[in-house]
């Protein structure tokens, strides 16, 4: 955490670059050799969301719910219009987290986020 006491983390927001292959090719996933970086160093509080859904696969060990994240920037930290749905925010312990929903408010913008988890 070195951010300030309301906006504790700093977190870096990179977009997926990756094109769809035809064919046999190597994996072309979500990592981050495949994201060009939108912004860095930004100050943020992550929080853990109050909503939860349930996991579309339906497989026996899928845990009961997923977790919904909310990610607060403060306005005058990166340009409204910047953050878009599927980019990947990552903290300063190098937790990934994709973006889901991000609207911008009077106070900055607000991001509904899911853990990526390997």
């Known amino acids: 955490m070195n951010g300030t006491l309301f906006y504790p983390h700093l977190i870096k927001i990179t977009r997926p670059t990756t094109a769809g292959n035809l064919g046999a090719a190597p994996y072309s996933g979500e990592t981050p050799a495949n994201e060009a970086v939108v912004a860095e160093k930004i100050p943020a509080a992550i929080q853990l969301g109050s909503g939860a859904g349930k996991p579309e696969g339906k497989l026996p060990g899928d845990a009961p719910r997923t977790t919904y994240w909310r990610v607060l920037i403060p306005s005058n930290a ?3 219009g910047s953050v878009r749905n599927r980019d990947i925010v990552t903290d300063e312990a190098g937790l990934r987290y994709q973006v889901t929903a991000a609207y911008m408010t009077i106070l900055g913008y607000k ?8």
Do not use: H
């Not at 991001?111 to 390997?118: G, I, K, S």
């Open 78 to 80: 990166i340009p409204a």
């Open 111 to 118: 991001l509904v986020v899911e853990r990526l988890e390997t």
